[in-house]
């Protein structure tokens, strides 16, 4: 297959991490004869300093000439706690998902059995987890009006939906949930804003479409505290754009690493896979960050060209990095950590030849210390 990829690698970790989602593609695209083509473009940060704009018109033009986006994180400190700062570099992500409808943003969550013990959860309880977060990507009060009174002393954001743009990503959830355990969530605050009430009479209404899924609704403070407790409980989980955020990254503790969690947005002109997490500052250009989310992430965008075979390479590979501790230190308990960079080749070797790599895994060269 063709496949046109804009890889928009952004700040911090960022660009570390879509390195090895891109190496990894690569190999998938040696081992089983297909034409790859990888255009970066700029974006967050990174982008206002070379353009002026966090989302420079080129940038853009890529991604609408492309056939997905392979995006790593955005953000920096130089920008973050000042206030008079016009423009910083999350805009450039929140206005390409803007432009290209991004509605729809999918986060799986799975454990992987060799990392229970990382999560700080006892294992008796979140043993098997696996649901499936989707989160509103274009409405809500990321995308209402915005003020800040000409004293500086009051500021407002505004949260609005349509039925249109709940119904999208609600017909999505459902379907998945329909080829899932067949149970939706919807997680939304309906005892106090009316945004939500109106997210539970769409859902209630077109619930009537799927009646082999089981709905259920919980007010978001409490489901914050049943992601914890009862993560099984959940299957597939629908929310408005703020909720799915906070939501995503707390049940990221589950898996032991937010290092670990993708995701794929949809849209009406694009498609776009990410990590979940941000640009990590903190961890720039020491080539420690964990790699997975995005390379697991480049292994969604294979799924969404039905490229099934191909994915299942990549999770494989994923899952002998963890079972060889071929790992960055987050999730790493031995005394030896894998860099970034180390885990992208392992995964990429592994997909090319796993029996040489294999043959020869006593021989990568690992770190010593296990801080982070
Ligand atoms: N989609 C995105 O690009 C995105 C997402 C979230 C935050 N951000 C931005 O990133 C910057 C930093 O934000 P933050 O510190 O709140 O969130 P962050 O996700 O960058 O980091 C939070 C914590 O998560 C862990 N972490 C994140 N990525 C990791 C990785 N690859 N491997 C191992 N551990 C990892 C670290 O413990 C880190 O301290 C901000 O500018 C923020 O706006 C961007
Ligand atoms: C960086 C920020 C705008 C973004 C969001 O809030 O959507 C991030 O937290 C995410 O989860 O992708
Ligand atoms: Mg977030």
Not at 163 to 180: C, G, L, Q, T, Y
Request: hydrophobic share 40%; net charge neutral.
């Amino acid at each position: 297959m063709k496949l046109k990829i804009a890889v928009l690698a952004g700040d911090g970790v960022g660009p570390e991490v879509c390195e090895q989602g891109v190496k990894v593609l690569k190999a998938i695209e040696k081992k089983y004869n297909h034409e790859f083509t990888f255009t970066h473009g700029l974006v967050g940060g990174s982008a206002l300093s070379a353009k002026g704009v966090p989302l420079p018109d080129e940038t853009l033009e890529l991604c609408l000439n492309s056939d997905a986006i392979l995006f790593g994180a955005i953000g920096d400190p130089k920008y973050e706690n000042s206030p008079d700062a016009k423009i910083r570099p999350e805009e450039g992500l929140l206005k390409l998902r803007k432009e290209l409808g991004l509605y729809a943003n999918i986060r799986p969550l799975k454990v992987f059995e060799p990392l229970i013990h990382k999560s700080p959860i006892k294992e008796k309880v979140i043993k098997n987890t696996d649901f499936i977060i989707f989160r509103e990507l274009t409405g809500g009060i990321y995308y209402g009006e915005k003020s800040t009174s000409a004293d500086g002393k009051s500021a407002s954001d505004t949260c609005n939906y349509t039925e249109h743009e709940i119904d999208r990503v609600a017909h999505m959830a459902f379907k998945s949930a329909k080829s899932r355990r067949k149970k939706l969530t919807l997680i939304d605050k309906a005892n106090v804003l009316e945004t939500s009430r109106l997210w539970r009479k769409r859902v209630k209404e077109l619930a009537k479409q799927y009646p082999e899924v089981v709905v259920d609704y919980l007010y978001v403070d409490n489901a914050a505290m049943k992601i914890i407790v009862n993560p099984r409980k959940f299957d597939v989980i629908l929310t408005e754009n703020l909720f799915g955020d906070i939501l995503s990254d707390e049940a990221s503790v589950i898996s032991g690493s937010i290092g670990l969690l993708a995701s794929t947005s949809i849209g009406e002109k694009s498609v776009l896979f990410e990590p979940i997490h941000g640009s990590f500052p903190r961890m720039k250009g020491k080539n420690l960050a964990n790699p997975l989310a995005t390379i697991l992430s480049a292994a969604m965008l294979l799924e969404h060209f039905k490229l099934y075979e191909e994915a299942d390479a990549i999770k494989n590979a994923v899952e002998k990095s963890i079972e060889h501790h071929i790992t960055t230190p987050d999730i790493n308990s031995t005394k030896k950590f894998a860099h970034t960079s180390t885990v992208g080749e392992f995964i990429s070797e592994y997909i090319i030849d796993k029996k040489n790599i294999l043959y020869h895994v006593e021989n990568i060269s690992l770190g010593q210390s296990t801080i982070i």
